[in-house]
Nanobody, 116 residues
Framework: QVQLLESGGGLVQAGGSLRLSCSASGRIYTINGRRWYRQTPGKQRELVAEISRGVTTTYADSVKGRFTLSRDNVQKFSLEMNNLKPEDTAVYSC???????????WGQGTQVTVST
């Protein structure tokens, strides 16, 4: 199994920045893709950014040019969020899948609130 723990959420004014981190433990060397999702009440969960095992990174159109996903090391990956907008307000969760069972693992989520 893989356990994930997010940190770095909070309240920020529009135009500000936050950095979210996801720390993994357990079978970390089986991790394949690393992702950040976000969700607001009443809306479908949105894939914000993803980095594959081969370091290819993709972003949702809504965050391109503002958010950067980085793989800090085998245990940790981060989401740098700049020029935040009120519509970025959501619960952000990290997610990974593993190369042998293809099972998904989720963190508990961290709240990001962007005020006007």
């Amino acid at each position: 199994q893989v356990q994930l723990l997010e940190s770095g959420g909070g309240l920020v004014q529009a135009g500000g920045s936050l950095r979210l981190s996801c720390s993994a433990s357990g079978r970390i060397y089986t991790i394949n893709g690393r992702r950040w999702y976000r969700q607001t009440p009443g809306k479908q969960r949105e894939l914000v950014a993803e980095i594959s095992r081969g370091v290819t990174t993709t972003y949702a159109d809504s965050v391109k040019g503002r958010f950067t996903l980085s793989r800090d090391n085998v245990q940790k990956f981060s989401l740098e969020m700049n020029n935040l907008k009120p519509e970025d307000t959501a619960v952000y969760s990290c997610n990974v899948d593993v190369i042998d069972t293809f099972q998904d693992y989720w963190g508990q989520g961290t709240q990001v609130t962007v005020s006007t």
